[in-house]
């Protein structure tokens, strides 16, 4: 069918209403994920890297796991597998939780890589002056660590918004489901699906450039 612009700028300020509710569902589960993941994903790391051998173990089963499951399938896991055993999440919840686990994946391994960086002498340095492994890890190696994961931790930001298109599987009404139930009463497929990737790609687009902003913030003068 075609359709004109007018058209399709009606129907869409007919259904502003859903789409604005359903780009605030998204933001607002893509970033729980992120923020949550993020946390996760620092304990990973240190885990990994500082760890005692059994729980470096058990994290890198953990990390590589979490890593080579599709997200689809965390999210029906922790919707469905959880919901049977007795774990009753909404699906909100319950696919804020999968992103979030997922996500600590990819970070902990963005934070081994660049703890791994930081030279042992650093460490050593800081245990002679008699600083505590909590002390030199936010004074000495913290600082450090983030301005080497900042554009990795960009890029895996980016990718857990447009993994948030798949809590839709599970009911959740984020910008996609609004998006299919608006085609479904309009059959105005191409144009919304068009509109939904444009706000998906700001959404990202404002994350990449939050992250180079920060970036220049914390770089060290030459």
Not at 95 to 121: N, T
Request: aromatic share 12%; proline share 4%.
């Amino acid at each position: 069918m075609d359709f004109t612009l007018g058209q399709f700028l009606h129907e869409l300020w007919i259904a502003r209403a859903p789409i604005v509710q359903g780009l605030g569902v998204t933001i607002v589960a893509a970033a729980l994920a992120i923020v949550t993941g993020s946390i996760l994903g620092v304990g990973v790391g240190l885990a990994l890297t500082y760890g005692a051998k059994p729980l470096r173990w058990m994290t890198r089963a953990y990390t590589d796991f979490i890593r080579g499951t599709p997200v689809l399938v965390l999210v029906l896991a922790s919707y469905y597998i959880l919901g049977a055993a007795g774990v009753q999440l909404s699906p909100f919840q319950a696919g804020v939780l999968a992103l979030a686990v997922f996500c600590s994946s990819h970070v902990g391994e963005i934070v081994r890589g660049a703890l791994q960086a930081i030279p042992v002498g650093q460490i050593e340095a800081a245990k002679a002056i008699g600083l505590t492994f909590s002390q030199t890890f936010l004074y000495i190696l913290l600082p450090q660590a983030i301005r080497q994961v900042l554009p990795t931790w960009v890029n895996t930001a980016a990718e857990m918004v447009k993994a948030s298109t798949l809590l839709s599987i599970i009911g959740v009404g984020d910008l996609l489901l609004a998006s299919q139930e608006v085609i479904s009463r309009t059959f105005m497929s191409l144009p919304f699906y068009f509109f939904a990737g444009f706000l998906y790609f700001t959404a990202n687009f404002a994350i990449e450039h939050f992250g180079r902003y920060v970036e220049r913030k914390t770089k060290i003068p030459s």
